[in-house]
């Protein structure tokens, strides 16, 4: 089965957001595993319908490579990110594996990626959901 983990911090809010979505698009076709920074992340996504969850460091380094897909805003791959919760190598861990990255640009760590419109979640969910869709419809 696919696998895709959605990683997220603080509330979990983009990430509860993106597993529902993942969920409502395909279902039990893939098996979503929901890593968060810390535990409040990680039970929102479990709400959202999250396969399996696990919070914190190890959880993440231990996961990240056993991934198809990895999917969150920009800081996962930014040591010391998220008010510091996502730690140097939970990204290092996240940007080394060989899945493939869908990233966010969510501009909440004053980091600005030229030539990117800003758009609002919701926006941004849709165009990962369609890329999801090429890259598992390739796989299958």
Do not use: C, W
Request: proline share 4%; hydrophobic share 50%; charged share 25%.
């Amino acid at each position: 089965m696919f696998k895709i983990a959605v990683v997220d911090g603080q509330g979990g809010g983009i990430g509860s957001l993106i597993v529902r979505r993942l969920r409502e698009a395909f279902g039990d076709r893939v098996e979503i595993y929901a890593l968060g920074t810390n535990s409040a992340a990680t039970t929102a996504m479990m709400k959202a319908r999250a396969n399996k969850g696990a919070t914190g460091e190890n959880a993440i380094l231990v996961n990240a490579p056993k991934m198809d897909v990895i999917i969150g805003p920009l800081s996962i791959v930014l040591a010391n990110s998220m008010l510091g919760e996502l730690t140097a190598r939970m990204a290092e861990a996240i940007a080394a594996t060989e899945a493939k990255k869908i990233l966010l640009p969510i501009n909440q760590e004053g980091i600005e990626i030229v030539g990117v419109e800003g758009e609002p979640l919701p926006h941004l969910v849709d165009k990962v959901i369609e890329r999801l869709k090429e890259i598992i419809n390739r796989a299958e």
